[in-house]
């Protein structure tokens, strides 16, 4: 992909190797080829390509405006990858994490701000420049998400996580009817799972996987990797007899 000419060129790269494409990605992208790939395969770069300075816009438009939003991000970004030397306190990533996320709280104000998104921010922000963070930020939301999955009433990930009930009935139903016995509701650890996309549940390497296909695939790659994650642990789950034992060892 790196070389192309023009914005149209990577998609149509995309359009003509579908099948190859998908097989490479879920053997995982190298990391210095992550900001190229997740751009074009998810199709940000054609926005980026067309925009105007929206991001700047926004930042310059609400530079001394203060929503309630803003003290909730404040409150998050000591909590985003506090080892990682990018955002260790006077951090170079700290300033500009702080940007991304209330331009897209400003682009999206009926939104607001949600827990976990300082998260994904973040992580764009460690392969990418500050302007691609948020139009990744953006197109996850506005393009490869269900709507209102981030939304303050998290609609759109209720919708997922019933969704994922049906799939788990399906595909283990033993543990399925376990998680009955024991009153494990799904949400207790699908909602986190979904919302942080797997950041705390897998090897930072195996969650980047994960994400190299949800760019490209879509929402349906939250389910299969959840699914997976079930299944590694069924034998285990089973022999435990409470929801608290069942929700630890998750």
Request: proline share 5%; with cysteine.
């Amino acid at each position: 992909m790196a070389g192309c000419k023009n914005p149209e060129e990577p998609w149509s790269y995309v359009e003509l190797h579908k099948r190859r494409l998908r097989r490479l990605l879920r053997k995982g992208v190298p990391n210095e080829l992550r900001a190229k790939v997740w751009l074009d395969i998810s199709k940000c770069s054609q926005r980026l390509a067309a925009d105007t300075g929206t991001y700047q816009a926004l930042l310059d438009l609400h530079e001394d405006s203060q929503q309630t939003f803003d003290k909730d991000i404040e409150m998050d970004l000591a909590r985003t990858f506090p080892s990682h030397d990018l955002f260790k306190p006077n951090g170079p990533a700290l300033p500009a994490l702080k940007r991304v996320l209330r331009a897209f709280c400003w682009r999206f104000p009926a939104m607001g701000y949600c827990q976990s998104l300082n998260y994904i921010a973040g992580m764009f922000l460690i392969f990418m420049s500050e302007e691609e963070a948020f139009w990744m930020l953006t197109t996850l939301v506005e393009n490869i998400l269900p709507p209102h999955f981030y939304s303050t009433n998290l609609t759109g990930l209720r919708v997922e996580q019933e969704v994922f009930d049906k799939l788990m009935e399906q595909k283990l139903p033993q543990l399925w009817q376990h998680f009955q016995r024991c009153y494990v509701n799904t949400s207790m650890f699908i909602c986190s799972w979904f919302l942080r996309i797997f950041m705390d549940v897998f090897p930072l390497q195996t969650t980047l996987r994960i994400w190299d296909c949800l760019f490209y695939e879509g929402v349906k790659v939250l389910h299969r990797a959840a699914l997976t994650v079930l299944q590694m642990q069924e034998s285990s789950l089973l022999e435990l007899d409470s929801a608290r034992a069942n929700m630890h060892h998750l």
